[in-house]
């Protein structure tokens, strides 16, 4: 077993796919949490099971890294399956940050976060504060329903 070799096959696959993909986290052997699609200028990502900021953090870098990022308007962040209890509030300004760079690349992007419990609410709407405060033109909404979400972001 080569974990190199591994993770460009995966790599690969991922690029192949273009649609659809579960992120393998070799490092640790486990299954991330998450889900990406890519359709219509913009970009779903559904997380699940029991969520850590790197988690967060390694969804982000692969809409960030990915190839329609820079004609993307719109990001579905869909919340509502996954554990946010474990992610702290001082840790949601790594990806705000993080975005705040990306919206160097791409100014107009539509953040929906789709929530389903007040956890996940607070730590998305401190992770939307920071974002705001240093300076992101990205425009942020949190819900907690699928449908209005899409609707907002597609806007």
Not at 35 to 42: D, E, S, V
Not at 116 to 143: M, R
Request: proline residues 2%.
């Amino acid at each position: 077993f080569s974990p190199l070799r591994s993770l460009h096959s995966l790599h690969s696959e991922k690029r192949r796919l273009n649609k659809r993909y579960v992120h393998y986290n070799l490092h640790r052997n486990l299954v991330m949490s998450y889900k990406l699609f890519y359709g219509g200028k913009g970009f779903i990502i559904s997380f699940s099971g029991i969520v850590s900021i790197d988690e967060l953090n390694e969804g982000n870098g692969d809409i960030q890294g990915h190839e329609k990022f820079d004609n993307h308007r719109y990001q579905i962040v869909d919340l509502r399956e996954a554990d946010l209890s474990g992610v702290s509030l001082e840790e949601t300004e790594e990806p705000a940050g993080t975005d705040l760079f990306a919206s160097m690349i791409n100014t107009s992007v539509r953040i929906a976060l789709i929530v389903s419990d007040v956890i996940a609410h607070t730590v998305c709407q401190e992770f939307v504060n920071k974002s705001l405060a240093i300076g992101s033109p990205w425009k942020y909404g949190i819900f907690y329903d699928y449908d209005k979400a899409l609707t907002w972001a597609k806007t």
